[in-house]
């Protein structure tokens, strides 16, 4: 008798394990939980892409400084030109918009170019 309750314990067991493995796998298996594993693995593969395009843009850029380097020393051209200094617009006062105050201590002037439209 005793046998025959262990054997049966040990299917059942053997069943509900058996049946939670089987609907895990239909779970996994499903369209939308097979979208969203295929999104993630493509995200995944496009940072692994990024930082590898990346990391060759870097080593391509330190080359190129150094082989201009190297070139510079050969031609004797190692003094870089100096570069004009940035211009500098002057702020233009726009008094025939309604918000400019007149005689206020402060000028207030509108920059939003939605404003009048």
Known sequence: MFRRTFWFGTGVAAGVWATTKVNRKLKQLTPENLAAAAAGRAIDAGH?????????????????????????????????????????????????????VEGSAYRTYSYNRNEDH
């Open 48 to 100: 692994r892409i990024k930082d590898r395009a990346v990391g060759f843009a870097l080593d391509v850029r330190d080359n190129m400084a150094r082989r201009e380097e190297e070139l510079g020393e050969a031609l004797g051209i190692n003094a870089a030109p100096e570069l004009p200094a940035p211009r500098r617009h002057a702020a233009i006062e726009n008094r025939s918009t309604p918000k400019y």
